[in-house]
């Protein structure tokens, strides 16, 4: 069975940095994998995604030139409030990557990443 586990979400001030771990059981290589992320009262949002072929990344527009996608984490600079929310890693054996939840078949409990002012 497939397991999915995120680590390395705190507390950080705006403008700061964070990094979080993405575990797949079997080895991110097997796997394309992404980030989405859900604030409080709002929906779950595309972060980024990087496909097991050839790593291709893809990022949402809130996050483009401040995140980093790589197979086993996704690295976080520049950090605003607004991108406080708890971040889940989710993965699909396919090679291609899209911006949608149902295109990923294995999820993470999610890990809390708080930007302060």
């Known amino acids: 069975q497939v397991q999915v586990a995120e680590s390395g979400g705190g507390l950080v001030q705006a403008g700061g940095s964070l990094r979080l771990a993405c575990e797949v059981t079997?080895?991110?290589?097997?796997?394309?994998v992404a980030w989405f992320r859900q604030a409080p009262g709002k929906e779950r949002e595309f972060v980024a995604a990087i496909s097991r072929v050839r790593d291709t990344t893809d990022y949402g527009d809130s996050v483009k030139g401040r995140f980093t996608i790589s197979r086993n984490h996704l690295q976080m600079s520049s950090l605003r409030p607004e991108d406080t929310a708890v971040y889940y890693c989710?993965?699909?054996?396919?090679?291609?990557?899209?911006?949608?939840?149902?295109?990923?078949?294995?999820w993470g409990q999610g890990t809390q990443v708080t930007v302060s002012s």
């Open positions: 989710a993965a699909t054996p396919r090679g291609v990557i899209g911006r949608r939840q149902s295109n990923y078949v294995y």
């Open positions: 079997g080895g991110a290589s097997a796997y394309s």
